[in-house]
């Protein structure tokens, strides 16, 4: 049987199958009397949220900090290593101790305690002489038993200890860059009150970005968005900060 004799089938049957429903629906569409019926008002301040108004409100700021401007980078490279890494070792008991340390703490003293106590612990080794690989995210638990880590594995490490002692996953933020001595480098943003603050493994004080000044953020990871970074130059233009190259932006 060809394709148009079976087109013509269904066709038919639809029309068949349409044919009592329409002509039942013409005397139900006139009215038997002319009673006015007034609008049925349904109050909305006590229902609950609708998931895309939840996803709003649990999406994480842009990190404009270091005196950039933060743009949606869609997908990237790294966001399954962040993934991976910021879905494990939340109940690894040297995680959790270190987050049971903090209890009762303001949440910048945890920020402080953190930032002191992750540097404390692990010392900074290259990924090559590390693992034996040139670049490769452990999870927080391994990099705490093993006492060494560069500087992504040690800022992964504070993101799960904060964590666990109760930090919301979006206010914690990986972000890789540039550090003007020691080159290619990862921080930890961390926000709290309206605030970020710079968990970096090459001092022990708790900074703002202001304070820093010593890196130059190129991307940026959260929970549920990844950003790249660029610096006004005009009225209406960003430039990347990774690169020389310029992209128009609206204010």
Known sequence: MTMRWIGTAIAGA????????AAGSSEAATPST?????????????????????????????PDVFGTV??????????????????????DPLVTGLAAAMAGLSP??????????????????????????????ANAGETLRRGTGDSEDIAIVKMQVLKA????????YI???????????????????????????TNHDLMTPAQHGRFTPIMTLGPSA???HGRRVGTSRIASAGSGSTRAKAQ
């Not at 639809?14 to 429903?21: D, G, I, V």
């Not at 006015?36 to 649990?58: E, I, M, N, W």
């Not at 305690?113 to 002489?129: I, K, P, S």
Request: glycine letters at 6%; one cysteine or more.
């Open 14 to 21: 639809c029309m068949a199958a349409a044919a009592p429903a």
């Open 34 to 62: 002319t009673t006015q019926h007034k609008p049925f008002v349904v109050h909305t301040s006590g229902l609950p949220l609708k998931k895309a108004s939840r996803r709003l409100l649990d999406r994480p700021a842009s």
């Open 70 to 91: 933060a743009l949606n980078a869609g997908v990237t490279y790294y966001d399954a290593r962040f993934r991976r890494v910021a879905s494990t070792d939340s109940k």
């Open 108 to 137: 910048l003293a945890k920020l402080q305690h953190a930032q002191v106590e992750v540097n404390r612990r692990v010392r900074w080794t290259h990924d090559l002489d590390n693992m034996g690989v040139a670049d490769f995210w």
């Open 165 to 172: 002692a109760g930090f919301s996953p979006k206010d914690l």
């Open 175 to 201: 972000s890789i860059g540039r550090h003007n001595v020691r080159g290619a480098h990862v921080v930890l943003l961390a926000r709290t009150a309206g605030f970020f603050y710079v968990l970096d493994d």
């Open 226 to 228: 990844s950003w790249v």
